[in-house]
Each structure stands twice: as C-alpha cells, then as structure tokens.
C-alpha cells in the first residue's frame, strides 16, 4: 500500500513467535547480496506465496522474539524493499539493530489481536497504530530523533554520508565568509 517516512499503510502478514533468520531467508541464498534478489525468496519455506503476493508497503506483524539465530544482515534486507515496517511483540536484539542499520523500520506493540490480512496504519511520530479492519487503535513508542533520522535516511550509511555531506558544506560556506 503506502509507504512514507512517518505514515505506513499496509495489509498484514502475520506471523508467530520466534521466527528466525533462516525462516525469513533460508541460508542457501547468503550468496545473494541485493535486496532486490533476496526479496524473491523471503519467507520462502514459512509462506511459499509471501514474495510473490506481498505488496510494496505490506506490514509483516509476529509474536515474540522475531529475527532470532544468526545475526546476518541478510534477513532485514530481504523485507526492506517490499514491507513497510515490522512490527512484533519483541525482537532478537541484533534483528532489531540491523534493521534500523538498512533503514527497515521495526517496533514493538502487542499484537495478539492483529490478524493476517488486516490494514494497518502506523504513525511513527504519533506512536500509534490503527488496525481499520478491526477499528482498534494500539499505542507504541515513538523513536528517538536520531532513530527517526536514521530511517528516513534510508539507513546507517546513508545517515553518516549525508552528515558528512553537511559538515562539508558547512565548513565550506565558513571558508567563504
């Protein structure tokens, strides 16, 4: 559906507790290094239909520990260019970081009552999240301002080389003075 800096709209993928890195992307395509070629293959022994019926801007949602076993890049990388954000009761911790390092937005909500194929509207700079199907509201954790920024940046790297970019430009345009 859409997808914007702050506002995500999208339908459910709804997932249990303790999916792992191989279930998002099985190993066998480590060797794949776009997002792009990894998006082909997301979820592909879970849900075998995911990367084929999944919709730009689509919202996986899960229980608890989401993203656990190994700590590969790989696994967030296969969702960015499709889903809109993930949202989950709890994460593995080294998921949740490389997520926000490529840009893929991830929050933690109770989402016991959100079901597959339900359209969700997430406002991260209000901290909510409204489920239209059910016409519920659940309330999460807005990000810090350097997460935010982070994000809206596309990720780590692009955050770093557009700060660099301004410190450049700053210290040029004191130069000139």
């Known amino acids: 559906m859409t997808r914007s800096k702050a506002h995500i709209t ?6 249990g507790d303790n999916v792992n890195t191989d279930a998002i992307i099985p190993g066998k395509y480590l060797v794949l290094n776009s997002s792009q070629d990894l998006a082909k293959h997301a979820f592909e022994n879970l849900r075998p239909n995911f990367a084929s019926q999944v919709i730009k801007g689509d919202i996986v949602v899960a229980g608890e520990n989401f993203g656990c076993g190994s700590s590969r890049e790989h696994a967030p990388l296969a969702l960015k260019d499709n889903v809109g954000i993930v949202i989950a009761r709890s994460f593995a911790r080294i998921f949740f970081r490389n997520a926000i390092d490529i840009g893929l937005p991830v929050v933690e909500c109770d ?8 359209i969700l509207h997430v406002d991260l700079e209000k901290g909510n999240i409204y489920n239209e199907t059910q016409k519920k509201e659940y309330t999460i954790s807005p990000f810090p301002p350097f997460i935010r920024n982070i994000i809206e940046a596309g990720g780590l790297v692009p ?7 301004l410190k450049s430009r700053e210290a040029r345009e004191l130069e000139t003075d």
């Open 159 to 165: 955050y770093i080389k557009n700060k660099e970019q």
């Open 10 to 15: 999208g339908r459910v993928w709804k997932f």
């Open 111 to 118: 989402t016991t009552e959100i079901e597959d194929g339900d």
